[in-house]
């Protein structure tokens, strides 16, 4: 006895079940598709919703720099030390290595000094003699001037500070840490791709 023959009207609505289930799971996988090349595309562009610590609701007013900030240190490895006056940085050049500097002296690492839009780089460094909970800057140098660069973060103990941040402008970054109590640290470049 064949089915079919017997009930055309159940054969028929069995087929009509079988396309509308093969449709909605053929529009799940092209969607899901869709979806993660696309979320794929944006991340390798850079571009997406970033959100400024100092701004948690929206995006920033430059659209074209995208940024995020890291952590800070959980440990302290250094052992403060009397301040001294702050004092005017000059710019070293990135190759100068770090042992020629003054122990009390500010210092800002960045890793990888060569980055991608779309790469983290590491802001690292210590501003000896200041205590844990200080608030600091980052700052990047446009047209001859120091700007507020989106990301903020406060000391650990001895003055130990580290962040990250990503930017979508290309070419040679100068960046330096700012302090609230006013010192800065000298300055490191980052070339941007």
């Known amino acids: 006895m064949n089915l079919d023959t017997d009930d055309p009207v159940g054969a028929r609505n069995r087929a009509i079940v079988f396309g509308l289930v093969t449709l909605v799971v053929l529009g799940i996988v ?7 090349l696309g979320s794929r595309a ?29 952590p800070t240190p ?9 301040p001294d006056e702050p004092t005017e940085t000059t710019e070293p050049s990135p190759t100068e290595p770090s042992k020629t500097r003054d122990p ?5 690492n960045a890793s990888p000094l060569q980055a991608n839009t779309s790469e983290q780089v590491s802001l690292t460094g210590r501003f000896p003699g200041l205590g844990a909970g200080i608030l600091l800057q980052v700052q990047r140098r ?25 930017t979508g402008h290309t070419g040679p970054n100068r960046f330096r840490i700012k302090s609230e109590t006013g010192a800065a640290t000298p300055t490191v470049i980052v070339q941007i791709t």
């Open 30 to 36: 092209i969607g899901l598709s869709v979806g993660i």
């Open 42 to 70: 944006v991340d390798s562009t850079g571009i997406d919703d970033v959100r400024a610590p100092n701004n948690p609701g929206g995006p920033t007013d430059d659209p074209i720099e995208d940024f995020t900030a890291g």
């Open 74 to 82: 959980t440990e302290d490895t250094f052992e403060p030390t009397t």
């Open 104 to 108: 009390r002296e500010a210092t800002l």
């Open 142 to 166: 446009e047209g001859g001037v120091w700007t507020d660069f989106p990301v903020t973060m406060t000391t650990d103990h001895g003055g130990v500070y580290s962040t990250w941040i990503i």
